[in-house]
């Protein structure tokens, strides 16, 4: 089974443009999670998906939304893009169902100039 | 405030012995906690979880040891291997809060020499 999927790998962007990172997730995981990993905070939530529907989100301002389609592939756009938003994106996927482990893939690394 | 802490940033252990590594956690609510793995350039694997209704669970050379009481968890790697070295990544989320939402602590960096 082909494991989550991030594209791109990396981009390189400038101050007050947008952005918009895919992730596609393991087949039949129909939640979808997102998060931001910096150096100084660490591993962060951001929003969870699920059946195209956000079912939780975390502490970030309205410039970070997400999306997901009705084949669980989701989307993850940050507009006004600041300097403190260079970061790892990570999206990770699960099945249904409470207590179910996420699996992550290997990110976007977003960098702004 | 910092609700999952891994408060030793590295751990080195020979080849063969034992690896723990220690989590502890404030928010009582959390119920779910899990470890991951994560070599550089990608993303984090998963490795072993525990709900709160457990104290211990077993998987191959992995073992997670919950104290609620305590609200500590730890990892045990028996025998460590060279390709064990890894940042290790404890994390935990309540069913209340939503159990996909992931709290992270800041991992640990473990080597493992030959």
């Known amino acids: 089974k082909a494991g989550v999927t991030q594209t791109p790998r990396y981009l390189i962007k400038t101050r007050g443009q947008q952005v918009t990172l895919s992730c596609s997730p393991i087949s039949g995981h129909r939640s979808v999670s997102w998060y931001q990993q910096t150096p100084g905070q660490g591993l962060q939530f951001l929003f969870e998906?699920?059946?195209?529907?956000?079912?939780n989100k975390g502490n970030f301002p309205g410039r970070f939304s997400g999306r997901q389609f009705s084949n669980s592939r989701s989307e993850m756009n940050v507009s006004t893009l600041e300097l403190g938003d260079s970061a790892l994106y990570l999206c990770?996927?699960?099945?249904?169902?409470?207590?179910?482990?996420?699996?992550f893939g290997d990110g976007t690394r977003l960098s702004i100039l | 405030d910092q609700q999952v802490k891994q408060n030793s940033p590295s751990l080195s252990v020979q080849e063969g012995r034992i690896s723990i590594l220690n989590c502890d956690y404030t928010?009582?609510?959390?119920?779910?906690f899990l470890w991951y793995k994560k070599y550089p350039a990608e993303g984090p694997t998963f490795l072993i979880s525990i709900s709160s209704i457990k104290d211990k669970n077993e998987d191959g050379r992995f073992t997670v040891f919950l104290n609620k009481s305590a609200k500590h968890l730890s990892l045990h790697i028996v025998p460590s291997q060279p390709g064990d070295s890894a940042v290790y990544f404890c994390?935990?989320?309540?069913?209340?809060?939503?159990?996909?939402?992931?709290?992270f602590g800041k991992g640990t960096k473990l080597t493992v020499n030959p």
């Open positions: 928010n009582s609510m959390f119920d779910y």
């Open positions: 990770a996927s699960s099945e249904a169902g409470e207590y179910q482990p996420q699996h």
């Open positions: 994390a935990a989320s309540s069913l209340q809060g939503g159990s996909e939402k992931l709290v």
């Open positions: 998906y699920f059946s195209e529907t956000q079912r």
